[in-house]
């Protein structure tokens, strides 16, 4: 099932600039419009598997500390249905540089934010 794409779905970029995911609060979804992490009312995104995964940020971007000490996992809300994410995006504003603590998720750590089904933070199957 899946829904058509409302108009306060909010692009995430990655420090390039490139579109990689899209935050309809609280839920974040890739570019295929599957369901990947979700975000709380402090920024905070987590993967649908309840792992910290890092920071929204205002550009918006997802970063996080290139050491970062693991935060408690939190329990995923309720799957949303698929999304159809939109064709054309704006363009990114003007994003200031990471320090070299900080990484863009998006960009270097992808594997963070997967779908339910895939993933390496997945129990195995029995």
Do not use: C
Not at 14 to 30: C, H, I, K, Q
């Amino acid at each position: 099932m899946s829904v058509t794409t409302p108009v306060n779905i909010v692009p995430i970029f990655t420090s390039r600039g490139d579109v990689e995911a899209f935050l309809l609060y609280p839920y974040l979804f890739n570019r295929q419009g599957e369901w990947v992490g979700w975000v709380t009312p402090k920024r905070e995104v987590y993967s649908v598997l309840g792992h910290y995964v890092g920071t929204l940020t205002n550009d918006p971007r997802i970063v996080r500390k290139r050491t970062q000490d693991p935060l408690p996992s939190q329990k995923p809300p309720t799957r949303p249905p698929r999304i159809h994410p939109p064709a054309r995006n704006p363009l990114p504003k003007l994003m200031a540089d990471l320090s070299y603590e900080i990484i863009d998720v998006l960009a270097d750590r992808p594997e963070l934010l997967h779908t339910v089904d895939t993933g390496a933070m997945q129990q195995d199957m029995d």
